[in-house]
């Protein structure tokens, strides 16, 4: 039985009822639109701001008193790391189309409308998927709405204060020749930013999804382990690309991400003893 039959099935044992494969499709089609609805209700609130949002925080990083710059410095200070004090940024940004500023607050609008409204689209999509749990899985994913929402936002700003300050510092600063400035556009830089913010976002909600995956048996705490090695240098080399070239300066990106590595496998553990005590349940019946 593939997932997508077995989802199906418990959805119609529960209190759904006996529902076809349309019907499922259209309820989710209503939970796509009220997520939508929220998106768009958050994104034109962004939009009333947009000006004020552009020049305080999206392009905050590119500002020498940037508030994760001062603090990074005095912290490098504390421990003796000059290199946190990273260097002034020498970047120009430039618009080069005629209706870039116009459609980029539009786009930019939306990116954080759906960051403020993840808390309810997430809250959609659970309202969806359980009934297809049993009750034993829902006593072990009480909460999920709110930890999903703490380990997003936490992705963001993780990735706002700390990954793209050293990202954008480096890039801009770097140079082939002292002949060649670095000069961006808007659209390549707002893209940039909105990539690192939301995928880590994203990276950050790894324990939800192994949560899962590990309930239906998909992923295993034995396979993540054996796999460790191979996700250390992945992240190693992910953190030096994205931080100057010293030590103490990867290790502020690497190691919170390996930490939930690490807590993910725990998860991940937790949920096929869950699992398996589940099944042995149901063979003594």
């Given at each position: ?10 959805r119609?044992?529960s ?99 759906f ?16 009934p ?26 993780f ?38 913010v939301l ?19 998909i ?6 382990r ?22 103490f ?35 003594t019946?």
């Amino acid at each position: 039985m593939s997932l997508l039959d077995r989802f199906l099935k418990n959805r119609n044992n529960s209190e759904t009822g006996e529902m076809s494969f349309i019907d499922h499709i259209e309820e989710l089609r209503w939970h796509i639109i009220r997520s939508m609805i929220a998106i768009l209700v958050a994104s034109i609130v962004v939009f009333i701001y947009a000006e004020w949002i552009y020049e305080h925080i999206i392009t905050g990083p590119i500002h020498t008193d940037f508030i994760s710059y001062r603090w990074l410095c005095q912290f490098g200070h504390f421990m003796g790391v000059q290199s946190l004090c990273l260097d002034e940024i020498n970047l120009t940004l430039q618009n080069t189309e005629v209706s870039g500023q116009f459609l980029l607050s539009f786009s930019s609008s939306f990116t954080m409308g759906f960051i403020a409204a993840f808390p309810y689209v997430f809250w959609e999509f659970w309202k969806f998927l359980k009934p297809a749990l049993k009750p034993a899985e829902l006593k072990h994913a009480r909460g999920i709405v709110l930890w999903s929402s703490i380990l997003f936002f936490f992705g963001v700003v993780f990735g706002y204060l700390i990954l793209v300050p050293f990202t954008i510092n480096f890039f801009a600063n770097y140079q082939l020749s002292p002949d060649i400035k670095n000069i961006f556009t808007i659209k390549n830089y707002y893209q940039s930013v909105s990539d690192m913010v939301l995928g880590m976002g994203i990276v950050f909600e790894l324990p939800v999804v192994v949560f899962f995956l590990s309930r239906v048996g998909i992923l295993t705490p034995k396979l993540m382990r054996n796999y460790r090695r191979y996700a250390i240098v992945i992240l190693i080399f992910l953190s030096q690309i994205i931080t100057p070239p010293d030590w103490f300066s990867w290790l502020i990106v690497f190691v919170p991400v390996y930490l939930l590595y690490e807590g993910s496998i725990r998860i991940s553990a937790r949920a096929e003893r869950d699992r398996m005590q589940r099944q042995k349940e149901l063979m003594t019946l």
